[in-house]
C-alpha cells in the first residue's frame, strides 16, 4: 500500500478580529474563520475593537462593511485608523470585504500596511484563501526581518572586536572568522595590497581549507585595479558563475587565482581610505547561493570596520616608530649636551681657579693684571654660555617636577642680587619693586633659570651708567613680572624671532655684544610650561621692556 501524498501546506490564521457593523455579515465572517481552525473576536465598532486591541494584537484583521458606512460612519472610520495604526507597527494584515461596488476609498486604505480587499461576491470563496495569503507573507517578511536583525547584532559585535585591536594580524584574523560565521560562507580571506598606506596582512577562514599559497601574487595588480574601481563607486562585485560576469575581461584575468577556490559564488569586497583602495576582501561558498541585501550590509559594514581599524593600527604604530625615534633622538640630545658640558666645564673650573691664584700674587706687574683679568672675564663668560646651553637642553624634557607656591618678588630679588657685581661693573642702577603677595604655582628652579636670563639680558644690552627697573606685581588677574632697560633695543623686523634658538637681533651682531641666542628661547618655554605669557615691547635706542605675565 502507498504511503498517501502529502498535501499542500496550510497556514493557520490563528487569531483573528472581525470588525463589521453588519450584524449579518459579522456572523458568516466569523462562522468562516471559526470554521477554519481560528480563534474569532467580534467588535462592532471602534470601542470594542479599542478593548480587543488591548489585550492582545491578533494575526488577522477583518473589516467588513458597505463602502459608504465605511465612508460615513465615524465609529468605522475610528476602526480603520486604529487598525491601520496598530497593523502597521506589527505587520498584521488586514482584509477588507466591501459589501457593495461602490469605489473604495484610498484614503482609508491607505492606511493600511498589508492589506488586500474581496468583493461581496467572491468573499465566501476566497476570504480564507487571501487572508492566509496575506498572513504568510507577513510572516515571511518577519523572519527575514528577525534575520536581519540578527545578522546586523551578530555583524556589530564582530565590528567591536575588530576596532578594540590594534594588531593588524588580530584585526584580519577576527575579520575572517567573523565573516564566515556570521554569514556561514565556505571561505572569507582579507589581504592588503603593497601600497604603504596599512599595514601589510592576509587572513583566510577556515585555516585549512584555504592554503596558505592562494595569495595575490601575480594577480595583486589585477585586484587593486578591480578594487579601486569599487572603492569609487561604492560598491560590490558578485562572483558569481551564473551571472553575467562569468564569460567577463574581469574573470579571465581573476582566473588564476580563483581557480585555486571551488566556490561556485562569492563576493568581492574593497577596503580603503581616500579615495582609494588599500585591500580586499572576500567571502565564497561551494553551493550555489543567493546573497541578501541584510548578508551584503552586514559584509560591507564588517569591511568597513576592518579597514578602520586597520589605519588606526597603521597610524598607532607610526606613532609608537615616531615616538621611539623622538625618545632616541631626546637622549642623544640629552647625551651630546653632557657631554659637551663635562668637557667643557673641566678645563673651564681649572682655567678660572689658575686664574684666581695668578690674580692675587701681589708681584703681578698692572699689564699683566690687566690680560689675567681679560682672560678671566672670557672664561666666566664661556662658563655662562655652557651653562646657558645646558638649562635649555633641559627645558621640555620628560623631568617632572613637583608645582609648589613660588614667591616671584623674592626670586627676582634674589636674581637681581646674583647679578650686583655685573651691575656694579657696567655702573648701572637698578629699581626692584618685588610684591609679597605675588605667588606662582610652579617650579622654582625653572623659573629662577627665566627670571635670571631675563635680567642678564636687560644688564647685557644696558649702555654703561644706564638704568633698570624690574617689578614684580600681582592683581586679581595674577602675577606680573617687568623688566625695562635703556639698551640698544630690538629693530622691528627681529622682534617676530628673538623667541626662535639661536637668533641673535641684528643690532646686538653688528655691536660685537656676547650671547649664543638662547636666552629668551629658554624664557618662552619656561612661561608656557607655567601656562604663562610673554610680551616683549621695544624701540631702536630707546631701550626694551619684557612682561611676563601669570594667570
Known amino acids: 500500500m502507498n504511503a498517501p501524498e502529502a498535501g499542500p501546506v496550510v ?10 457593523p453588519d450584524e449579518e455579515w459579522a456572523d458568516d465572517v466569523v462562522r468562516r474563520l471559526t470554521e477554519s481552525g481560528a480563534e474569532v473576536t467580534h467588535a462592532r465598532d471602534a470601542a ?11 494575526d488577522l484583521f477583518v473589516i467588513a462593511g458597505s463602502d459608504a458606512a465605511m465612508r460615513d460612519h465615524h465609529a468605522i472610520q475610528q476602526a480603520m485608523q486604529l487598525t491601520g495604526e496598530r497593523a502597521s507597527d506589527d505587520d498584521v494584515p488586514v482584509v477588507v470585504i466591501r459589501i457593495d461596488d461602490a469605489p473604495l476609498d484610498e484614503d482609508l486604505f491607505a492606511l493600511l500596511r498589508s492589506a488586500d480587499t474581496v468583493s461581496a461576491a467572491d468573499a465566501r470563496s476566497e476570504l480564507l484563501f487571501r487572508a492566509r495569503v496575506l498572513i504568510r507573507r507577513s510572516q515571511t517578511r518577519k523572519r527575514m526581518a528577525s534575520h536581519a536583525d540578527n545578522l546586523r547584532q551578530r555583524a556589530r559585535a564582530v565590528s567591536s572586536t575588530v576596532l578594540a585591536s590594534i594588531d593588524p594580524d588580530d584585526i584580519a584574523h577576527a575579520l575572517v572568522t567573523g565573516l564566515g560565521d556570521v554569514l556561514a560562507t565556505d571561505y572569507a580571506m582579507a589581504v592588503t595590497f603593497d601600497n604603504g598606506q596599512l599595514p601589510r596582512v592576509a587572513a583566510f577562514w577556515p585555516t585549512a581549507a ?22 569609487a563607486t561604492a560598491s560590490m562585485l558578485i562572483t558569481d558563475p551564473q551571472a553575467e560576469w562569468a564569460g567577463s575581461p574581469v574573470r579571465t584575468m581573476l582566473a588564476p587565482w580563483a581557480s585555486k577556490l571551488d566556490a561556485a559564488t562569492g563576493v568581492l569586497v574593497p ?3 581616500g579615495e582609494s583602495a588599500t585591500g580586499l576582501v572576500w567571502i565564497g561558498s561551494r553551493t550555489p547561493r543567493t546573497w541578501s541585501p541584510s548578508e551584503l550590509g552586514a559584509l560591507q559594514s564588517m569591511a568597513l570596520s576592518a579597514g578602520a581599524s586597520l589605519l588606526q593600527s597603521h597610524l598607532v604604530v607610526t606613532l609608537r616608530h615616531a615616538s621611539r625615534y623622538s625618545a632616541r633622538m631626546n637622549k642623544t640630545h640629552r647625551d651630546i649636551i653632557s657631554t659637551i658640558s663635562h668637557e667643557l666645564r673641566t678645563p673651564l673650573t681649572s682655567i678660572t681657579g689658575y686664574l684666581e691664584l695668578i690674580r ?21 663668560l664661556l662658563s655662562a654660555l655652557v651653562n646657558e646651553v645646558v638649562d635649555v637642553s633641559r627645558v621640555g624634557t620628560d623631568d617632572t617636577h613637583e608645582a609648589t607656591p613660588v614667591a616671584l618678588g623674592q626670586l627676582l630679588v634674589a636674581v637681581a642680587a646674583d647679578l650686583r657685581v655685573a651691575m656694579e661693573d657696567r655702573n648701572l642702577t637698578c629699581t626692584v619693586t618685588a610684591d609679597a603677595h605675588a605667588i606662582v604655582l610652579g617650579n622654582t628652579d625653572r623659573l629662577e633659570q627665566a627670571i635670571s636670563s631675563i ?71 619656561v612661561v608656557a610650561e607655567h601656562q604663562g605669557t610673554i610680551d616683549v615691547r621695544s624701540r631702536v635706542g630707546h631701550g626694551t621692556t619684557v612682561i611676563v605675565q601669570f594667570d
Not at 584555504?210 to 572603492?231: F, M
Not at 692675587?360 to 666666566?380: K, Q, T, Y
Open 11 to 20: 497556514t493557520a490564521i490563528g487569531r483573528a478580529l472581525v470588525v463589521a
Open 210 to 231: 584555504i592554503s596558505p599559497d592562494v595569495e595575490l601574487a601575480d594577480s595583486q595588480p589585477v585586484l587593486r585595479a578591480l578594487a579601486n574601481s569599487l572603492w
Open 48 to 58: 470594542e475593537a479599542s478593548v480587543s486591541l488591548a489585550e492582545k494584537v491578533p
Open 271 to 273: 577596503i580603503g581610505q
Open 360 to 380: 692675587d700674587d701681589a708681584s703681578l706687574s698692572p699689564d699683566i693684571g690687566g690680560m689675567v683679568a681679560i682672560v678671566e672675564r672670557n672664561a666666566h
Open 455 to 525: 635680567v642678564h639680558n636687560a644688564v647685557k644690552f644696558s649702555p654703561l651708567g644706564g638704568k633698570l627697573t624690574l617689578s614684580v606685581e600681582s592683581d586679581e588677574h595674577g602675577c606680573r613680572l617687568t623688566a625695562s632697560d635703556a639698551g640698544i633695543g630690538i629693530p622691528e623686523e627681529d622682534l617676530p624671532h628673538i623667541f626662535d634658538r639661536f637668533f641673535r637681533a641684528s643690532n646686538a651682531t653688528a655691536s660685537a655684544i656676547g650671547g649664543m641666542g638662547l636666552g629668551l628661547s629658554l624664557v618662552k618655554q
